[in-house]
């Protein structure tokens, strides 16, 4: 492959769902593309479809940010090879189903890993670059998970998510007239291969219609808003009511409403 000479888009986790419409919208928007995430295969196709359809360069990087040494191996790799990346896209993650005690450490050390410490990673160490040339955009993908009450089960998942919205909303007032814009994105329930993973199809299947989001709405939600510099964007008109019912309701009322929806969802497993 020539180098990379466009603006380019590191996207994690981009063998499927969101990741995967992040990366067929970078290409649409002319950016070339570095994927990585663990399954070579569906890698390959993608970049293989996004090089046909939008004539960009793209580069794949096997990885499986569980390993710690894997930011860092990513990011020696690009810059042995002169690719500098102008957008940074920390999408790689999952969830850990049912509850804290009944899981083992290493799950939920590896979980950590992926949606907290490889994001902070990869970002401490593309950020300077992007500093350095005058322009850049990162966007961490969180979820309204980090914006409202923690529920049973998933123990973790809201904790990280709102560490990156946290995470987020710092780097943008760090980053404030360097030409680099910080967002993080806060979808809810989305069309992917997640709920497969976690073993929870059947029971979010019971979801109402309207509940859900489509990968392409996530990933155009969150292009526009790191372009337009917002650092938190919630996607979806319902999503935002929510959250801002969260916000706003006296904290024992809002947590006791998640609680007995949680308690009512996990008792339907």
Request: proline share 3%.
């Amino acid at each position: 492959m020539n180098q990379i000479s466009r603006r380019c888009a590191l996207i994690t986790g981009a063998s499927a769902g969101i990741g995967k419409a992040f990366a067929e919208l970078f290409a649409a928007e002319g950016y070339d593309l570095v994927l990585t995430a663990r399954r070579r295969q569906r890698l390959e196709d993608l970049a293989r479809a996004c090089r046909e359809r939008h004539g960009v360069e793209a580069r794949v990087v096997v990885a499986d940010l569980a390993d710690a040494k894997a930011p860092q191996a990513i990011f020696d790799e690009l810059a042995e090879a002169g690719v500098a990346i102008d957008a940074l896209v920390n999408n790689a993650g999952y969830g850990v189903p049912n509850a804290y005690m009944s899981t083992t450490w290493q799950q939920q050390a590896d979980f950590i890993q992926v949606l907290v410490t490889a994001v902070a990673e990869l970002s401490h160490l593309f950020l300077p670059g992007m500093i350095e040339r005058g322009w850049g955009r990162i966007i961490n993908v969180s979820s309204v998970a980090g914006l409202i009450p923690g529920s049973a089960g998933h123990t973790l998942y809201g904790g990280a998510k709102a560490f990156l919205i946290k995470m987020t909303e710092a780097l943008s007032h760090e980053t404030v007239g360097t030409g680099v814009q910080v967002s993080a994105l806060c979808p809810g329930f989305t069309y992917s291969e997640f709920h497969d993973v976690t073993g929870t199809r059947e029971l979010v299947n019971q979801m109402p219609e309207r509940m859900w989001l489509t990968a392409e709405e996530v990933a155009r939600h969150g292009y526009d808003a790191v372009m337009a510099d917002e650092p938190i964007a919630i996607t979806g008109g319902i999503y935002k009511f929510y959250c801002l019912l969260a916000r706003y309701l006296p904290t024992g009322l809002a947590r006791g409403m998640v609680r007995r929806r949680s308690g009512e969802f996990h008792a339907q497993g």
